[in-house]
């Protein structure tokens, strides 16, 4: 029989990609959503359970009802100014949710998690590019809330065995190849499909003059002034996570270990611009607005560490894959 894995969050938009992975490899999936922020429609494969992670009763039952191997912990709230505004909402839900999670593992004895952590746990990084070991000083509250669940992750590998992956994405981006899956987000915030998103309305006939988009800051100390980014295509997050599940398969004892993940390389704002007008062939423009407070200039990742012991590379490390596969999401499910 194929092992199971528990996918909590896989509606969400790296959630439904990853249902997508481990059915493409053959895994049995079970989804545990509660479809606050994930939509049912895009799940592709696996049990779609609909529920809440602080409803331990529920939560205990899919562990009765299921052989789970391992879990992989998507759900989670993400949006860094909400969480400025609505910390008690963050914390509740990333980190006393979490610990429904682990607690329920711990009871059922399920001891490997592959969690999605986040590079804001770095806040603004003292040098470049950021390794594991840069200091971790998050300047918001969803930052905060990973760092919490890290820590959190050490101490139930000292005192209950529970083995643990955290990998601290960089900004995902891309959608699946074969346009099965995509991104959606309400709002959206990421810079990627807001980029598509003019692209797609100056394709439509609108007047490039009454541009939407929205470059934050351009003099930044860059090579053009405006941010820079290390970006990396879902597929190879996804990709990760399984590489994650087979090294805690070869190494039982190990205990908690984090890992970063991007491609090693960042974009600048305008020249992920640029290379969406390249691929889209829209002439689209957009308006230079003052900075947002809090955002560092760069933000890359040395992921040296996960490409050694993971066994892991990724495969789209070019941002133009990304976009490529982004348009072609975009177009045929532009946003409402």
Known sequence: ???????????????????????????????????QRGNRDAL????????DLHDTQQLASVF????????????????????????????????TGTQCLLDAMVEYDVKKLVFSSTCATYGIPEALPITEKTPQNPINPYGQSKLMVEQILRDYSTAYHLRSVALRYFNAA????????????????????LILFEALRVQAGGDPADTNLKVFGSDFDTRDGTCIRDYIHVNDLCSAHIAAFERMQRCPDLGAEQFNLGVNRGYTVLEVIDACREITGVDFTYNLVDRRAGDPPELVADASLAMQDLQWTPEHADIKDSIRHAWQWFEAHPPQ
């Open 1 to 35: 029989m194929n092992d199971t894995i528990l996918v909590t969050g896989g509606a969400g938009y790296i959630g439904s990609h990853m249902v997508r992975l481990l059915s493409q490899r053959n895994f049995n999936v079970v989804v545990y959503d509660n479809l």
């Open 44 to 51: 592709t494969a696996g049990t779609l359970i609909e529920g």
């Open 64 to 95: 009765k009802s299921n052989d789970i191997k391992a879990v992989m912990h998507f759900a989670a709230l993400a949006y860094v100014g909400e969480s400025v505004h609505e910390p008690a909402m963050y914390y509740r839900n990333n980190v």
């Open 174 to 193: 891309g959608c699946a190849e074969d346009g099965s899956v995509g991104e959606r987000h309400d709002p959206e915030t990421h810079l990627l499909p």
